[in-house]
């Protein structure tokens, strides 16, 4: 008699999690470790926003909440998703969660039915498929690589879609390639979606970090894709703000909004009371210069790893508009990743994430979310692994 559902049985662990986990046991150990895995900002939460949660913790701002959020909270998300998005969205289409992960677990299991078909870009991040597949959806997964910067074409849009396909996960910027669409792909791939029944989940966390193209919410392309797009976002990537899982969901459709506070409510109830005050700081106009700050960083840091990758014999990175992640090509040297970052990491005590576990062999993922000085030894010690192999 086997004790696990066989929902639960096909379950995978984050790969992201479990390498970023390991390289902290490691350090922990006494190993010399650089650390390219972990998807989190390396800065600290800006101190507006951590005065924030003193003060509610001080005034004894620690009960139950409302399932889906104070008001004062979703309003500021409203706000937030006006001024810089340009979307209008009334507090009442607005959830907040756990992380955008629960946002996106919670849409999951609300739009998708048994045998639904939902589409994936690959590379894509690892939890998408997992989540899709424990809601009952199938997996319809679009290949990308390095030849199209990652991104999909209209053309392979409109071949993916069936009379079954419920959803579209479109990332931009994108993790694990850091691509970011422009305007005009967006409403080109918005020209397939029309007079369909396809809904789009825009996950939207990395929106703040781009470094070359202006970012564009997807739900902003027109009315036909405010009405068939669920935005998802949250403050952990763009203000440092990992631990504190706060992540939000907006949508004009109410029913999903009802069904998903209703399994919030069976579930995990409200999230953290104290995050909830401290997200209204990390949403508001004030948190900017802290922004700018951490893009500004990023972006050197960028420049600096994309030159060098490329001057090493065997390997080769597309220069990424958006997010902190470069999605290096190791096909030259080797066709398992798994293998590539093992070794590297026994070898070099350098942590990266094996391409596979986006969907997409023949790369490693790594983050440059670290210090300069991590990023320069670090690069020193996969140029020395990749001479030896
Ligand atoms: N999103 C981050 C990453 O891809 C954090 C880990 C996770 O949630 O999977 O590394």
Do not use: C
């Not at 999951?108 to 045998?115: A, E, K, N, P, V």
């Not at 090509?329 to 576990?357: Q, R, Y």
């Amino acid at each position: 008699m086997g004790v696990l559902s066989k929902r639960a049985g096909q379950l995978a662990e984050s790969i992201t999690i479990a390498i970023t986990t390991l390289a902290g046991e490691l350090k922990r150990e006494g190993r010399d470790i650089i650390s390219f895995s972990a998807g989190e900002p390396d800065f600290d939460t800006p101190q507006q926003i951590k005065n924030s949660a003193i003060d509610a913790i001080n005034s004894g701002f620690t009960k139950y909440t409302a399932v889906d959020g104070i008001p004062e909270l979703k309003k500021a998300v409203a706000d937030k998703l006006k001024r810089e998005n340009g979307l209008i969205y009334e507090p009442k289409h607005i959830i907040v969660s756990n992380g955008a992960k629960h946002s996106i677990f919670n849409l999951f299991q609300t739009i998708i039915d048994d045998g639904d078909e939902v589409i994936i870009p690959s590379p894509y991040w690892v939890t998408y498929p997992e989540l899709v597949v424990y809601s009952g959806g199938k997996v319809v997964e679009i290949k990308t690589d390095d030849s199209s910067n990652f991104k999909i074409t209209p053309e392979q849009l409109k071949n993916a879609i069936t009379p079954k396909t419920k959803l579209l996960v479109l990332t931009s910027p994108s993790n694990p390639t850091g691509a970011v669409y422009s305007r005009d792909e967006l409403v080109a791939l918005s020209e397939v979606l029309k007079n369909t029944n396809v809904f789009v989940a825009s996950d939207e966390m990395y929106e703040k970090l781009v470094y070359d193209d202006k970012f564009i919410s997807t739900a902003s392309i027109s009315e036909d894709m405010y009405n068939r797009t669920i935005t998802i976002n949250g403050l952990s990537k763009s203000v440092a703000m990992t631990g504190w899982r706060f992540g939000y969901l907006a949508t004009p459709h109410l029913e999903l909004i009802t069904a998903m506070r209703n399994l919030q409510s069976q579930s995990t109830s409200n999230i953290n009371s104290i995050t909830q005050k401290a997200s209204i700081v990390g949403l508001s106009a004030e948190i900017a210069p802290e922004v700018e700050k951490m893009v500004k960083a990023f972006h050197e840091r960028r420049d600096y790893a994309v030159s060098r990758i490329n001057s090493i014999d065997g390997l080769s990175v597309v220069k990424p508009a958006g997010a902190f992640y470069l999605f290096v090509n190791i096909s030259k040297i080797s066709n398992d990743s798994m293998k590539f970052s093992k070794d590297l990491l026994n070898n070099e005590g350098v942590a990266v994430v094996p391409g596979v576990g986006f969907g997409a062999e023949g790369y490693i993922r790594m983050s440059f979310a670290t210090s300069m000085k991590n990023i320069e030894n670090g690069l020193n010690r996969l140029e020395k692994f990749v001479k030896s192999i």
